[in-house]
């Protein structure tokens, strides 16, 4: 091919014309020469810049709707005689149009009535630039050409000119009123201390004494006085002079500066362009509110007010950092306009040093993330997003509309208060509330009539990220708060929080906010808690409002055309942020009607603080369905909400109910927040509707969590996943937990008929940890079923006081439950119990690998245990028994129960090492049979063990030990065993038994070499463990009594050797023919209801 | 390569890689669409640290495979535009083998913005019309009042002129570079 041809190809190609024929072709001129493929990248290259090159080659159009205060100029006409000042009354529609030459002939205008007169004479025509006089006896009116009216007050003094831009009225003396009729030409009037321009609007100005009086009819026009912009709207009139405007103090007495901080949705991400659904009348400036505009560009010579390089030395805002590394920034400088959302403040080019010519747009309203609220791409994308002042400012301004209301926004997006908002000052000057204060300081500095009047504050999610953040929101909060009234001498400021969205989950964002769940929901917590507690405070709801989508955020980035650095570093940015975190526009819209109505609320008044969870309203049902709808109220069955995550934009009042449809099957979890519960006349019910129970199936949290009293769960199926969450410790299906550093006890829970299972740690957990010992207290559960679990079935634990003299918990009842194949071995677990009772309930086939009783006590006093059946306990290692009575009880009893088929012993009493006093207990009127059978080796009836810090004064009496069934491998305890294992006490353990006692039970035994008694305590007296007036029975084997490592072949013998069994010198044992005991082949008894007609019990001694 | 520099590496590419895309599509809106898919490619595979030895190579092969993606949806909905794989080839090897012409791209934009103000009225007329205006050859004869052939023939001329301006403008400079 000849490189004609070639290229016409190549054009052809280049045109998108080419076949596929063209395309083989092209492929095979390619293929064959190295300087073709070098010119098609060259080629390539030039299609490349050429489609980006316009963009950046087009002279800067100044965005419509954007005006820019542009150099002001002295006025030409001004008098010598009247100190000159420019007002510049433009109207909003503005600046582009006045950018474009009109050419209204002025000499054509025509005197419509009275009498114009120049240079003293009468004239028919108005002459160009000319001064001109009214005559004195009447006003008179002219029509331009384009149809628009002037009508001048008799003795006016005025000239009629047009410069390049617009045809303007000079008018010297006197007054005038204006129709402009023409949308497409400028029309100004200038006067000695005024200048009116605008296009569409119905206004008349006044000379009076020096000053400017403009009074609005129609439309809007601004006025540029002093160094302030106004805007004088329609209805409104207001008077200028040479300084500004004129304040008259009867009808504009205050001025009132808000202050708007927060993070990223103070910010704002309603974007104007897409979302925001913005009229066009809303999007006009706001009469009466004026906005503190950054008016500088980064500057990369002075210091950085803004704490900006902060985020960096956190290792975070990495962009920020490589962008702005090497900027910084003047002081703080900025002037007052009047607000609209959109308003730029000062303007960029190169702002990012990357090589694109964008223009850039900056809203100076927060300088915290200029360039994500108004900015102009090289693509001519613009972006103007605005926060919640947009509404704040509307609603403030319709309800005073004779006050001037200033705004001052900070709010950088990411910062958590607990990090870069640096309460304390520990950065010096460079964290968000110092830059804060600064911004907030120089917008008083030019405004000083301005006083600040309300706080507004949207922010929290990044404090929600991580859990100590979280926790110490409510005293970070507080003491912001505390800190700005300070700071800005208002003591009674009104604050305005808007909570942050709940919808914020662990599950939304990833690996992004690890504090999940829990840290939103204790941030919103602590926001309503402090909004209460400081008085002069509200707190608005955010939670039926929606988030921006994932897919929202993704088509932002994606509709971003030309993909300049600084849209593409945004992308970097935002990508973390793809998930749900920001407002969409309505909400930010909603959240700033709701603070502004909340603010004027609290304005002018002297709110008191109020008690920390004071609600009136009354209590009520939220009912669940499977089949039900989010976007209903949940107030009827009919009208049920879906998920539980409604729950999370509730405030529970005592007496609420939670009702789950019959029969349905729920996903999730509830969780109630640290304060939410109710009393034991009014507590919160979460309850399955009907006779079916409802089943939730949780996820990786528990399925009903509560730190509160007040609550009650009743017939409820809870299924967990057995699987611990990656990272995570198990999860228990219902969990009560409190570390109320106050030691508050939470009073009644009501866990009734409800079926827990699978979950990866306990099934029922009700406990805490903190030296004050919190707790609880009045705890009823009943007929609950914990199965399959990964640890224990049901438990109460919390932290032991060293004197013993309280607990953590009172009055706790387990009653009627069952706890089977949980995988710690232990079924039902008390410790830290002061007061209670486990009764009637069943534990079997607990297996844990490394111990567990199937219903066992520690450090609790005065608990009982009656009435209960523990079997098939299987155990690889220690324990593994039926009952036990662990270290740390005091008078605490177990009566009336049942023992059998355990690996290890059928009760126990027990120590452990460091375990404080364990004293006082008793096990009476117990039965065990055939316990012991774990083929390393157990003891098998009732015993002591020690191996701690010691056992006093503790009683088995009246019991049975049975053992009629072989055993495989034999250990040396007995059916009644005292055991002291030494090698894992304490250095302050003194391991002891003393003053314990086996009284009146029997022991029987027909599996040879199992010993009826067993005592390994060294050189033990009777004072030591005394065995009295028990019966020890034998059939068909000989008996075996092991003391002191000694064995004897008859009670006597160890009787007499021992001491033990003796009184005065007589046998206290029973005869030695006592007769066999039968055990009945059904005394597997399953059912502790029905251990009362256990005929074994007939055996017992009395 | 630690996650700013490869990213930094590849906004430093961007016109090649954009030009890449639009040889292999020869649709400006689908080129610069794909540009997208590609940048966020980029940053998510520059968080996983990877090394990469040849960003241009790398970012060429992402490219492609976006290409072909979409290509592949394309026909599954409507008759496409003919995309050869094979030609794919060799446009990557000619950007493979002159590297050197993708780079000092921000030199070579001052450059053709030199060169585009000194295009007479009616040819920057075209080619903003073409580029920027992304209208057709038809719409651009309706709107300039000529016939199609003639529209393709000044467009031709244009681009002729702007790209040997550019290119003398950068051997220029690069000679000067060379001798300072």
Redesign the interface.
């Known amino acids: 091919m000849n490189d004609t041809n070639y ?1 016409i190809l190549l ?1 052809r ?8 024929e063209d ?2 072709e ?2 095979a001129a ?2 064959a020469a ?1 300087e073709r ?2 010119q ?18 087009e002279p800067r159009i100044v965005p419509a709707a954007n005006p820019v205060p542009q150099p002001r100029r002295r006025s030409r006409w001004a008098m010598p005689a009247v100190v000159a000042a420019t007002l510049l009354i433009a109207s909003f529609a503005g600046l582009y149009w006045m950018l474009r030459p009109t050419r209204t002939e002025v000499s054509l205008t025509t005197i419509e009535s009275g009498q114009i007169l120049v240079e003293g004479k009468v004239t028919q025509r108005v002459p160009e630039g000319k001064t001109f006089e009214v005559a004195a006896n009447a006003p008179a009116q002219l029509r331009l050409q384009d149809g628009s009216e002037l009508e001048f007050s008799a003795g006016s003094q005025a000239a009629l000119s047009r410069d390049q831009q617009q045809v303007r009225v000079d008018l010297t003396r006197g007054s005038g009123s204006f129709r402009v009729v023409r949308a497409a030409e400028s029309f100004a009037v200038k006067t000695p201390v005024a200048q009116v321009t605008t296009l569409g609007t119905e206004f008349s100005v006044k000379l009076l004494n020096g000053e400017a009086i403009v009074s609005v009819r129609s439309g809007k026009v601004r006025v540029d006085a002093g160094s302030v912009n106004y805007v004088v709207a329609q209805g409104q009139e207001r008077t200028f002079t040479a300084e500004g405007e004129k304040i008259n103090p009867e009808t504009a007495p205050e001025h009132l500066l808000l202050i708007f901080a927060g993070q990223s949705n103070m910010e704002g991400k309603g974007t104007a362009n897409t979302a925001s659904k913005l009229t066009e009348k809303e999007k006009a400036t706001i009469p009466n509110v004026k906005g503190f505009y950054c008016n500088a560009l980064p500057d990369k010579s002075k210091a950085d007010p803004w704490g900006l390089k902060l985020y960096d030395q956190k290792g975070k805002f ?1 962009f920020n950092w ?1 962008t702005w590394k090497d900027a910084t920034f003047p002081a703080v400088n900025g002037t007052w306009q009047d607000y609209a959302y959109w308003k730029g403040g000062w303007k960029g080019t190169e702002q990012y040093d ?2 694109d010519k964008g223009e850039f747009w900056y809203l100076g309203l927060n300088p915290g993330e200029p360039w994500s609220n108004a900015a102009k791409f090289t693509s001519g994308e613009t972006v103007q997003e605005y926060g919640p002042e947009y509404e704040v400012a509307r609603a403030v301004a319709a309800a005073h509309p004779k006050v001037t209301i200033y705004i001052v926004k900070y709010a950088p997006g990411g910062t958590a208060l607990a990090d870069q908002w640096d309460l304390n000052d520990t950065w010096k000057g460079y964290g968000a509330y110092a830059a804060m204060k600064q911004w907030v300081d120089c917008a008083l500095a030019a405004e000083p009539k301005a006083k600040v009047a309300g706080f507004f504050w949207l922010q929290g999610e990044s404090d929600a990220v991580k859990g100590d953040y979280a926790k110490d929101y409510e005293s970070n909060l507080t003491e912001l708060f505390a800190k700005v009234r300070k700071d800005f001498n208002a003591p009674k400021l009104p604050v305005v929080i808007a909570k942050i969205h709940p919808g914020h989950t662990e599950r939304n964002y990833g690996t992004v906010w690890s504090g999940g769940k829990k840290g939103i929901d204790a941030v919103r917590a602590a926001q309503a808690k402090v909004a209460a507690a400081v008085g002069n405070a509200d707190v608005v709801e955010t939670s039926d409002l929606k988030l921006l989508t994932k897919e929202w955020n993704q088509k932002k ?2 509709d ?4 300049n ?1 600084a849209v ?1 570093v945004d ?2 940015e935002k ?1 973390k942020y793809l998930a749900p975190v920001h407002f969409d526009a309505d909400g930010i819209r909603t959240i700033g009607k709701r603070m502004g109505e909340a603010w004027l609320k609290l304005h002018g008044k002297d709110t008191p603080p109020k008690k920390v969870g004071e609600n009136t309203r009354s209590s009520r049902a939220y009912y669940f369905s499977a089949k039900g709808n989010d976007e209903s109220d949940g107030s009827t069955p009919a009208r049920a909400w879906r998920s539980f995550d409604k729950l999370r934009g509730v405030d529970l009042v005592a007496g609420d109910e939670i009702v789950l449809a019959e029969g349905e099957e729920f996903k999730g979890g509830i969780a109630f927040l640290p304060d939410v519960g109710g009393t034991a006349a009014k507590p919160i019910v979460i309850r399955g509707g009907g006779k079916r129970r409802a089943t939730i199936i949780a996820d990786d949290s528990p399925a009903i969590e509560a730190t509160s009293g007040g609550i009650e769960i009743r017939d409820l199926i809870l299924k967990g996943n057995p699987v611990v969450p990656e990272g995570k410790k198990p999860v228990s299906g219902i969990r009560f937990y409190t570390d109320d550093a106050t030691g508050k006890r939470h009073s009644h829970i009501r866990i009734e008929r409800v079926e827990v299972s699978n979950f990866s740690g306990d099934g029922v957990s009700i406990g805490s940890w903190h030296d004050k010992q919190p707790g609880y207290d009045d705890v009823i559960v009943s007929e609950v079923n914990a199965h399959d679990n990964g640890a224990t079935g049901i438990t109460l634990f919390g932290k032991r006081d060293p004197e013993q003299k309280t607990y953590p918990h009172r009055k706790v009842t387990i009653r009627d439950s069952v706890a089977s194949k949980n995988k710690s071995g232990s079924g039902i677990v008390l410790g830290g119990v002061q007061g209670g009772a486990v009764e009637y309930c069943f534990a079997s086939e607990n297996i844990g690998k490394s111990g567990g009783v199937a219903l066992w006590a520690y450090d609790c006093n005065k608990v009982t245990f009656r009435h209960c059946i523990a079997c098939g306990t299987r155990t690889e290692g220690k324990d593994g028994g039926g009952f036990d009575l662990d270290g740390g009880c005091i008078e605490c009893v177990v009566e009336h129960c049942l023992s059998y088929e355990n690996h290890g012993p059928g009760y126990m009493h027990c120590d452990y090492p460091k375990a404080g006093v364990t004293k006082g207990n008793i096990i009476r009127s117990c039965i065990s049979i055939n316990d012991g059978r774990r083929e390393k080796g157990a003891a098998f009836g009732f015993g002591f063990v020690a191996w701690g810090a010691g056992l006093d004064e503790c009683t088995i009496e009246k019991c049975l030990a049975v053992v009629n069934e072989p055993v495989a491998k034999k250990p040396p305890e007995g059916l009644l065993f005292v055991s002291l294992i030494t090698g894992f006490a304490d250095k302050a353990d003194k391991t002891h038994i003393r003053g314990c006692s086996f009284r009146n039970n029997i022991a029987f035994n027909t599996a040879k070499d199992v010993p009826l008694v067993s005592n390994n305590l060294p050189a033990a007296t009777v004072e030591d463990v005394r065995f009295e007036s028990n019966s020890y029975r034998v059939k068909g084997v000989e008996p075996l009594f092991v003391d002191g490592g000694k064995r004897y072949a008859t009670g006597d013998a160890w009787r007499q050797a021992t001491g033990q069994e003796t009184r005065d010198g007589k046998s206290t044992a029973a005869p030695v023919d006592q007769p066999a005991i039968t055990v009945p082949a059904e005394y597997r008894v399953r059912d502790p209801r029905k251990l009362d007609t256990f005929s074994l019990y007939d055996a017992l001694p009395r | 390569m630690e996650q700013p520099s490869l990213v930094q590496r590849f906004l430093e590419e961007r016109d090649a890689v954009l030009g890449f895309l639009i040889a292999l599509t020869r649709d400006f809106q689908v080129a610069e669409e794909l540009f997208q898919e590609v940048s966020l490619v980029v940053i998510a595979e520059a968080r996983k640290e990877i090394d990469v030895q040849n960003v241009s190579a790398w970012v060429r092969e992402i490219a492609r495979r976006r290409v072909s993606e979409f290509y592949r949806k394309r026909s599954r909905q409507a008759p496409t535009t003919p995309y050869s794989e094979s030609l794919a080839d060799v446009i990557d090897q000619s950007f493979a083998e002159n590297e050197e012409l993708l780079e000092q791209q921000q030199t070579r934009m001052r450059f053709l913005l030199e060169c585009l103000s000194k295009l007479t009225g009616r040819s920057r007329e075209l080619v903003q019309g073409f580029y920027h205006r992304r209208q057709s050859l038809q719409q651009l004869a309706n709107s300039m009042g000529w016939q199609v052939d003639s529209v393709k023939v000044a467009l031709s001329r244009a681009r002729k002129v702007l790209g040997d301006c550019v290119r003398v403008k950068m051997q220029t400079a690069n000679e000067e570079q060379s001798h300072e």
């Open positions: 290229q054009d190609w280049r045109n998108g014309e080419a076949t596929a395309l083989a092209l492929e390619l293929r190295p493929r070098r098609l990248v060259a080629v390539c290259l030039d299609d490349a810049q050429l489609a980006k090159a316009f963009a950046l080659a990495w490589a990357h090589g980035g994606k971003r055309k030309t993909f650095d593409l992308l970097m990508d």
